[in-house]
C-alpha cells in the first residue's frame, strides 16, 4: 500500500547490507591480493578501488546501526501512517461520453 511518504519513511535492511558489504569487502582483499601476486596490476588496482568503495559503504553502514532507531526503527515503529479509511474507490476506467 502506497502513502506517499515512502521516502520519509523508508528503512533499510542495514543487518544484511552489512553481511554483503563484509562479503565484498573481503572477495576485494582476495582479488587485490591475488592479481598483485600474479603480476595483474590492472586488475589488482581494480580490486583495490573495489576494496576501497566497499569499506568506505561498510563505515557508513556500521554508523547508521550506530545511530540508533532513527535509521533502523524497531518492529513496534509502524513502516507508514495508516491509509484513510475512506470509502473504496471504484478501479473502472472513467466513463466518456462518446456515443
Same mark, same amino acid.
Do not use: K, N
Given at each position: 500500500?502506497? +502513502?506517499g511518504s515512502?521516502? @520519509?519513511? @523508508? #528503512?533499510s535492511?542495514?543487518r544484511? %547490507?552489512? !553481511?554483503?558489504?563484509? !562479503?565484498? =569487502?573481503? !572477495?576485494a582483499?582476495?582479488? +587485490? @591480493? =591475488?592479481?598483485?601476486? =600474479?603480476?595483474r596490476?590492472? !586488475?589488482?588496482?581494480?580490486?583495490?578501488?573495489?576494496?576501497?568503495?566497499a569499506? *568506505? $559503504?561498510?563505515?557508513?553502514i556500521l554508523?547508521?546501526?550506530?545511530q540508533g532507531?532513527h535509521? &533502523?526503527?524497531?518492529? $513496534? *515503529?509502524?513502516?507508514? #501512517? /495508516?491509509? $484513510? +479509511?475512506? /470509502? /473504496? %474507490?471504484? #478501479?473502472r476506467?472513467? &466513463?466518456h461520453?462518446?456515443?
Amino acid at each position: 500500500m502506497r +502513502t506517499g511518504s515512502e521516502p @520519509a519513511t @523508508a #528503512r533499510s535492511a542495514l543487518r544484511a %547490507r552489512l !553481511w554483503l558489504s563484509v !562479503w565484498g =569487502v573481503s !572477495w576485494a582483499i582476495f582479488g +587485490t @591480493a =591475488v592479481f598483485a601476486l =600474479v603480476g595483474r596490476p590492472g !586488475w589488482a588496482a581494480a580490486c583495490g578501488v573495489l576494496w576501497l568503495v566497499a569499506t *568506505v $559503504d561498510l563505515v557508513m553502514i556500521l554508523r547508521h546501526i550506530r545511530q540508533g532507531p532513527h535509521y &533502523q526503527p524497531g518492529r $513496534d *515503529v509502524p513502516p507508514y #501512517r /495508516p491509509a $484513510d +479509511t475512506g /470509502p /473504496p %474507490r471504484s #478501479r473502472r476506467p472513467p &466513463q466518456h461520453g462518446h456515443p
